[in-house]
């Protein structure tokens, strides 16, 4: 009998105690090819659909992570110019208060030059020490102009601390917040207003927002203003010294009541009054 070779041929056989039976099953050649090849396509489609799904994995770890280094780099970028801006400020004050102070000479800024390298870690704590030492050398100047009277270390009026510098809610109800440039101080009507430190008088008279305002000079770009009077007791150009009359409380300008508006100003930039009050105390 001649074979066929179109036919792959298996034999199965079955045998029990009773009875044996062998049983004969034909596939053909191209059925078996074509299965083969299917599973062969469909097992290159699963590999090839797992290598997709781990490369595109990999693209988005590598690119969740590149975001997360961006926004790093970016946060890094800003605090950096936040501390050189801040650097810069101390660095020009300072100059200024030691000019005034008269510890150090009033001379022109050192040359210098170089080319212009990004800042890394080592750059960062070099700028970090030398905003250290510049605070350092700001406290000392400042010592020693509280002892010549020229920073202010008094109470400008007797009363209570209200609202404070930075944001608050607009204190006439209207909506939305706003910046207060200055510190307040309740007081009565009339109650005497004095100088926090010595200088001279640069502004007397009305201002939008302030009312009747007074405005003194410390030298050095420090400066003191004095809000809402109800009496001005001082001239323009006039040297005060510290603690000198100024005028008196009042509620003049945009004000809900009786009150003094005490800013302090270093370069014409409104700073923080409250730790020149706390220095001492209102009494």
Known sequence: MARDDRFYAFIIAHTSRSRARVQRIRVEKKVVSA???AAAVLTVGLCYGLYGLTQQAAHLRTEFENQRLRAENERQRQELEKLNNRVERVEDTSR???????????KPMPSSGGPALPLDEMGLATLIAKMGRLEEDMSAYEAVLRER???PTIWPVIGTLEGGFGGRR???GGPGYEFHSGQDIEAPWGTPVIAGASGKVTFVGWQNGYGQLVIVDHGGGLTTRYGHLSHIDVELDQVVSRGQLLGKVG?????TGPHLHYEVRINDEPVDPLPYLLQSSPN
């Open 149 to 151: 009277g020229y920073t």
């Open 170 to 172: 607009n204190p006439f």
């Open 35 to 37: 299965f083969l090849a």
């Open 251 to 255: 509620s003049t300008g945009r004000s």
């Open 96 to 106: 200024k208060l030691a000019e005034k102070s008269g510890v150090v000479e009033n």
